[in-house]
């Protein structure tokens, strides 16, 4: 497996004379059960284990069904695991925490706050001051390219100025982790590259470790270190792929780079497979 590259200032531990990249989330031998609604058991996640270093970009690939953002969910502390163990920076996930930031397709907004009031949300929870929450907060704001929007509601921006509320609603947070759970999904596509470019910008500022939940191939190779390749339900993972692209990335550079074509390439055919698999198992 290629080593991601660390963001600046992340230390790393002395091993025979070599710097190891450092975890930031270890996923080890983890299975979810379900019971369904006619109490019958539903395996959704089976033997998961993966390795996540600190400030990588790793999206997850698979059918509908395959456990996915079940995974996720399990990392920001909304499920416990039926066997095995996560692990956020060595320590066991027992709960949610403010070391990990959820960005999920639906917005989830204040529908009675505004763009700031929104955003400030977060730091105010805190502790933080008004004045410093509210210019920390115009500064996000500023960053996903809202200025100018404060005063709005929720109720009068489209939906990617929404998804843009949301991810600096989070960044508020200052978590380590981001949690991206198809937050681009149910936008068109112009709006969702506008987007997937704004993510590339904000992560290589500071090079936050992101798990990305995805349907589209495209967009996972565009964005990540890592590609997760899942199997149909119980998920597991069929494949990781490791993205060696040159970064910062321009989508339109991209598109003429026989690499990246490969990885698209390649990518759908592990997801046709695994269709394949799923219609004649």
Same mark, same amino acid.
């Given at each position: 497996?290629?080593?991601?590259?660390?963001?600046?200032?992340?230390?790393?531990?002395?091993?025979?004379?070599?710097?190891?990249?450092?975890?930031?989330?270890?996923?080890?031998?983890?299975?979810?059960?379900?019971?369904?609604?006619?109490?019958?058991?539903?395996?959704?996640?089976?033997?998961?284990?993966?390795?996540?270093?600190?400030?990588?970009?790793?999206?997850?690939?698979? *059918?509908?069904?395959?456990?996915?953002?079940?995974?996720?969910?399990?990392?920001?502390?909304?499920?416990?695991?039926? #066997?095995?163990? +996560?692990?956020?920076?060595?320590? +066991?996930?027992?709960?949610?925490?403010?070391?990990?930031?959820?960005?999920?397709?639906?917005?989830?907004?204040?529908?009675?706050?505004?763009?700031?009031?929104?955003?400030?949300?977060?730091?105010?929870?805190?502790?933080?001051?008004? #004045?410093? +929450?509210?210019?920390?907060?115009?500064?996000?704001?500023?960053?996903?390219?809202? %200025?100018?929007?404060?005063?709005?509601?929720?109720?009068?921006?489209?939906?990617?100025?929404?998804?843009?509320?949301?991810?600096?609603?989070?960044? +508020?947070?200052?978590?380590?982790?981001? !949690?991206?759970?198809?937050?681009?999904?149910? !936008?068109? #596509?112009?709006?969702? %590259?506008?987007?997937?470019?704004?993510?590339?910008?904000?992560?290589?500022?500071?090079?936050?470790?992101?798990?990305?939940?995805?349907?589209?191939?495209?967009? #996972?190779?565009?964005?990540?270190?890592?590609?997760?390749?899942?199997?149909?339900?119980?998920?597991?993972?069929?494949?990781?792929?490791?993205?060696? !692209?040159?970064?910062?990335?321009?989508?339109?550079?991209?598109?003429?780079? *026989?690499?990246?074509?490969?990885?698209?390439?390649?990518?759908?055919?592990?997801?046709?497979?695994?269709?394949?698999?799923?219609?004649?198992?």
């Amino acid at each position: 497996m290629s080593v991601v590259p660390l963001r600046s200032g992340v230390q790393t531990e002395p091993s025979s004379g070599h710097a190891q990249p450092v975890a930031m989330i270890e996923i080890d031998r983890v299975s979810q059960m379900f019971e369904t609604s006619g109490r019958r058991s539903h395996l959704a996640l089976s033997d998961i284990s993966l390795t996540i270093e600190d400030g990588a970009f790793v999206s997850i690939l698979g *059918p509908s069904g395959c456990g996915k953002s079940t995974l996720l969910y399990i990392v920001g502390g909304f499920v416990t695991p039926t #066997a095995g163990v +996560a692990k956020v920076k060595g320590k +066991a996930i027992t709960g949610p925490g403010p070391d990990r930031g959820p960005v999920f397709q639906e917005f989830a907004l204040f529908p009675w706050k505004n763009v700031l009031g929104n955003v400030m949300y977060g730091p105010r929870q805190q502790g933080v001051k008004r #004045a410093e +929450a509210e210019a920390q907060s115009r500064r996000l704001i500023e960053m996903v390219g809202l %200025k100018g929007y404060e005063s709005f509601y929720p109720k009068e921006l489209s939906g990617g100025m929404k998804q843009r509320v949301a991810i600096a609603r989070t960044l +508020a947070y200052h978590p380590e982790v981001l !949690l991206m759970d198809e937050p681009f999904g149910a !936008l068109d #596509a112009q709006p969702r %590259k506008r987007l997937q470019n704004d993510l590339l910008n904000i992560w290589e500022r500071d090079r936050k470790t992101v798990l990305f939940v995805t349907h589209s191939v495209d967009e #996972a190779v565009f964005l990540s270190d890592k590609v997760v390749v899942m199997t149909r339900s119980p998920g597991r993972i069929k494949e990781i792929v490791d993205i060696d !692209l040159p970064r910062p990335r321009r989508r339109a550079d991209l598109l003429l780079d *026989p690499h990246y074509q490969k990885y698209v390439v390649d990518i759908e055919k592990l997801i046709d497979d695994v269709l394949e698999d799923e219609l004649h198992p």
